[in-house]
């Protein structure tokens, strides 16, 4: 399997999105192998190079937007799966799009539900005959570039994401001072820009960090990792682990030699993964 992660080329793009990503993995030999992501309420952009993946969760996928991922999703990796990938950070969509992200919450749009097909078919056309990665790279940074919608935005939202990000543990009273806000008004712009609650958000970043404490701590106990994160006790760690990842903690632990990278993990049998 080979990943190539790259940070856009461009300065204002680098503020808006994590990574730009080519993901290309031969078939493998047991077809009942399957890749699960886990989720970071990041929406994602996806370019099959290939052909159309398979999920198992939403089955067959064409090129789509995973909006808001709050839910994991797991790909079969059976068969060859060459992908490009575009991560927006949490807020950015909205900013790139106009539309509110309420009603895009774990949502897999195809792309014609914002941009035209004659557009698309164009920009797909230059991806599918570029030579190189670097090549495909600037194609769908000038496309971004050219239909990108709010270049300015809530200077208060980046901040606060950020601060969620380093600090999952905040209170809301905490975020609601330092932005200045109200706890209604603060609620309703995460809802504007990422479509859930601050305190939601708050919860799966924790989880994301949990995910990071299990994978390198791999000799302390998983109620000492509970404990450290903020956890009222290991249940709660335990509940918040199968509601973003579909999976406890201790299998999750069990399959870190399969640990392909920070979100994902390998499974031979999907009954694993339930």
Same mark, same amino acid.
């Given at each position: 399997m080979?990943?190539?992660?790259n940070l856009p080329s461009h300065p204002f793009l680098r503020t808006m999105l994590n990574h =730009?990503?080519?993901?290309?993995?031969?078939?493998g030999e047991n077809p009942d192998v399957w890749m699960r992501l886990f989720p970071n309420c990041t929406t994602n952009l996806s370019i099959n190079l290939h052909e159309e993946v398979l999920s198992m969760e939403y089955g067959t996928m064409g090129n789509n937007m995973s909006t808001s991922c709050i839910r994991p999703v797991s790909f079969n990796t %059976?068969?060859? =799966?060459r992908m490009m990938i575009v991560q927006f950070k949490p807020f950015a969509f909205y900013l790139f799009t106009g539309v509110p992200m309420k009603n895009l919450v774990n949502a897999f749009p195809d792309h %014609?539900?914002?941009f035209s097909a004659s557009m698309l078919e164009q920009v797909y056309d230059q991806l599918y005959t570029a030579?190189?990665?670097?090549?495909?790279?600037? =194609?769908?940074?000038?496309?971004?570039?050219e239909e990108w919608r709010i270049r300015y935005g809530d200077d208060r939202m980046i901040r606060l994401v950020h601060m969620i990000t380093d600090q999952p543990d905040l209170s809301m009273d905490d975020l609601s001072d330092s932005a200045n806000l109200g706890h209604r008004r603060l609620r309703d712009l995460f809802i504007q820009h990422i479509g859930i609650a601050p305190k939601y958000f708050s919860k799966l970043r924790r989880f994301n960090c949990a995910i990071?404490?299990?994978i390198s701590r791999k000799d302390d106990s998983l109620t000492a990792i509970a404990v450290d994160l903020g956890y009222y006790?290991?249940?709660?760690? =335990?509940?918040d682990f199968r509601e973003f990842g579909g999976i406890s903690p201790g299998k999750f632990r069990k399959l870190q030699?399969?640990?392909?990278?920070?979100y994902n993990f390998n499974a031979a049998d999907p009954a694993i993964l339930v």
């Amino acid at each position: 399997m080979s990943v190539q992660v790259n940070l856009p080329s461009h300065p204002f793009l680098r503020t808006m999105l994590n990574h =730009i990503t080519f993901w290309d993995t031969d078939a493998g030999e047991n077809p009942d192998v399957w890749m699960r992501l886990f989720p970071n309420c990041t929406t994602n952009l996806s370019i099959n190079l290939h052909e159309e993946v398979l999920s198992m969760e939403y089955g067959t996928m064409g090129n789509n937007m995973s909006t808001s991922c709050i839910r994991p999703v797991s790909f079969n990796t %059976g068969r060859r =799966i060459r992908m490009m990938i575009v991560q927006f950070k949490p807020f950015a969509f909205y900013l790139f799009t106009g539309v509110p992200m309420k009603n895009l919450v774990n949502a897999f749009p195809d792309h %014609g539900t914002f941009f035209s097909a004659s557009m698309l078919e164009q920009v797909y056309d230059q991806l599918y005959t570029a030579r190189s990665n670097h090549d495909r790279q600037m =194609i769908i940074e000038k496309f971004l570039l050219e239909e990108w919608r709010i270049r300015y935005g809530d200077d208060r939202m980046i901040r606060l994401v950020h601060m969620i990000t380093d600090q999952p543990d905040l209170s809301m009273d905490d975020l609601s001072d330092s932005a200045n806000l109200g706890h209604r008004r603060l609620r309703d712009l995460f809802i504007q820009h990422i479509g859930i609650a601050p305190k939601y958000f708050s919860k799966l970043r924790r989880f994301n960090c949990a995910i990071n404490e299990v994978i390198s701590r791999k000799d302390d106990s998983l109620t000492a990792i509970a404990v450290d994160l903020g956890y009222y006790d290991q249940a709660h760690f =335990i509940r918040d682990f199968r509601e973003f990842g579909g999976i406890s903690p201790g299998k999750f632990r069990k399959l870190q030699a399969k640990t392909a990278d920070f979100y994902n993990f390998n499974a031979a049998d999907p009954a694993i993964l339930v």
